[in-house]
């Protein structure tokens, strides 16, 4: 239901990675005498008998200030860094109904039609609570849900009855099937509580069940 963003982390860390590899080949410019051999950057390159004591007192005009305001980048980047792990809720647009030929017919918030979901949901044997998350465009939704089974149910059929309910009203309001409907159900058991993830493509269903009752917003 909430994602922490793969790409940007991934972005963080090849940055990281140039960085580090940068600084280690202006290091080891100085076992092959690059200096020497390239005099026009001789001011910014190391040498082999350098320091970091030299280094500092041949670059002390500009090394102090340039280090103080990469300690503060590093510091507010770390900061929003740790900020953006926090789960947030996936945005899914609103969804737009279409008919055959392309024509908008209207759109539809997600949220109105996650609420006929899950009350839908709620209806079916052996399923004490529930919880439906859409994503994805109108013309390629998928279903993220999370139902409570009763533990005197029959959770191999419960499991089954929600993933083609629910692959049947998004069919049904939508006009095409959800690509994926992704459970994650909690075994209601006083004596010990567990869980499950279930996951897939949609069920095709030969007899669709009765479809949650929704409201689109037609446009002026």
Do not use: C, F, K, Y
Request: glycine share 6%; no cysteine.
């Amino acid at each position: 239901m909430r994602s922490v963003s793969g790409s940007r982390n991934r972005l963080v860390l090849v940055a990281a990675a140039v960085l580090a590899l940068l600084a280690a080949a202006w290091t080891a410019s100085a076992t092959v005498g690059l200096a020497d051999r390239w005099p026009d950057a001789e001011a910014i390159l190391p040498h082999g008998d350098s320091t970091p004591a030299s280094l500092a007192a041949a670059h002390q005009q500009w090394l102090l200030p340039v280090a103080a305001v990469l300690s503060v980048v590093a510091v507010l980047l770390g900061i929003w860094l740790l900020l953006a792990q926090i789960p947030s809720r996936v945005r899914t647009p609103t969804l737009r109904l279409r008919d055959e030929d392309g024509g908008l017919l209207g759109t539809l918030d997600p949220s109105v039609l996650e609420r006929a979901l899950t009350e839908h949901v709620e209806q079916v044997a052996g399923v004490v609570e529930a919880s439906v998350r859409l994503s994805g465009a109108a013309s390629d939704p998928a279903v993220q849900a999370s139902v409570t089974v009763a533990e005197d149910a029959e959770t191999a059929w419960t499991v089954e009855a929600v993933r083609e309910l629910l692959a049947d009203d998004v069919r049904t309001v939508l006009g095409t099937g959800p690509r994926t409907v992704d459970l994650l159900v909690h075994l209601r058991s006083t004596a010990a509580p567990s869980r499950a993830v279930l996951g897939g493509p949609a069920p095709s269903s030969a007899a669709p069940s009765p479809a949650p009752e929704v409201r689109a917003a037609h446009p002026a």
